[in-house]
């Protein structure tokens, strides 16, 4: 048996940690190394300290992020905090240092204009400040500012320039611990694009399984970026979210394999956790009038694009018909909401091959 996936800390976590030693030191001049904290759900990890430093009036202490064995752009970061202290009755004030991003664009759980720190990382270091506050007698009013090394160019790789989020990265975590290939991280990249989406007064979004399917219905509607959801395999994450939270018009953009999922009642499309059904593409063939010969080459064909070329020498339109039918399925799940939804398929060349909608 091959041994269970690493779990990790997530960059909040790793904040806290950076915090929590960094504002020890202000206040008594030695550094926690280990430095142990308290998580949401009640672990205590300890995290060592890469590095420290103690002038004019502030305290650095820096860890570097373990992501366990999640395939994280921000595994083996270094992320620090700068404590210094703050105006009486201010509590703690939060700063964006080299790395960490700033909010520009209203949507967020964050308002325009904040260091990108998320509401739980900012909650974990305040409770932490008032901690070491009561232990060292201090007054828990500092300013923490924290960097996150190269975050810049990690940024690039993620969500956030698309969001409005400008400079670095974001602190994120609700729990401190990285689950290995969480579904979660990318979920709620999801939710916070239609969050930007809706407040930027966008009335037509693009739910796209990947890059190509992407700059299709960018070129096709004129869509701009922050109107672009990179939806993935999470097909179901968008429908149930906009049904919580609608935007008038949604287009759904894929390859035929993916789509064909939908089709089949999937919402979730990634190869691991749901199949294209060969027999449910044979019998779209027989609905639409398609021959015994044709349904038959379909139910034996390699792919989905196989048959989608079958049917297309056949003059059988496989790609609107599958659009169709992820139509309905994404109608379905959207229930009452008041969401017009169309459907691209394209092949992988990025050919359309298929609309509906």
């Not at 926690?32 to 202490?61: S, W």
């Not at 990947?210 to 509607?221: F, I, K, N, W």
């Not at 390859?255 to 449910?280: C, E, F, T, W, Y």
Request: proline share 6%; aromatic share 4%.
């Amino acid at each position: 048996m091959s041994a269970p996936l690493r779990h990790g800390w997530t960059t909040g976590a790793c904040a806290t940690a950076a915090t929590t030693a960094a504002y020890t030191a202000l206040l008594t001049g030695d550094f926690l190394d280990p430095v142990e904290i308290a998580l949401p759900k009640g672990q205590r990890p300890a995290f060592a300290l890469a590095q420290e430093a103690l002038r004019d009036g502030a305290a650095m202490a820096a860890v570097v992020k373990d992501a366990g064995d999640d395939p994280d752009v921000t595994h083996g970061a270094l992320i620090s905090s700068t404590v210094r202290h703050g105006a009486p009755g201010t509590g703690v004030v939060f700063a964006a240092g080299p790395g960490v991003g700033t909010v520009t664009k209203p949507g967020l759980p964050l308002d325009v204009g904040e260091p990108a720190i998320n509401p739980v990382p900012r909650r974990m270091m305040r409770e932490h400040v008032a901690e070491v506050a009561a232990r060292h007698g201090g007054t828990g009013d500092v300013i923490v500012e924290i960097s996150v090394a190269h975050g810049e160019e990690l940024a690039r790789k993620t969500w956030n320039p698309r969001l409005g989020i400008l400079g670095g990265l974001s602190i994120l975590g609700t729990t401190g611990i990285v689950v290995p290939y969480s579904c979660s991280a990318w979920i709620d990249s999801i939710r916070r694009g239609i969050d930007v989406a809706r407040a930027a007064g966008h009335e037509h979004v693009a739910g796209c399984t990947g890059s190509t399917s992407e700059r299709v219905a960018a070129e096709l509607y004129g869509l701009p970026e922050d109107a672009l959801l990179d939806m993935g395999d999470f097909a179901g994450a968008v429908l149930k979210y906009l049904r919580r939270h609608p935007v008038p018009r949604l287009t759904v953009a894929g390859g035929i394999g993916k789509l064909s999922k939908l089709a089949d009642g999937h919402l979730d499309l990634h190869s691991g956790r749901s199949q294209v059904n060969p027999g449910m593409l044979a019998e779209i063939v027989r609905s639409a009038g398609g021959d015994e010969a044709l349904a038959g080459r379909v139910l034996e064909a390699n792919t989905a694009l196989h048959a989608l070329r079958l049917c297309q020498e056949a003059g059988l339109p496989l790609g609107d018909l599958v659009a169709e039918r992820a139509r309905l399925t994404a109608a379905g799940v959207l229930r009452e909401a008041p969401v017009t939804v169309d459907v691209v398929v394209i092949d992988r060349a990025g050919t359309i091959v298929g609309r509906a909608g």
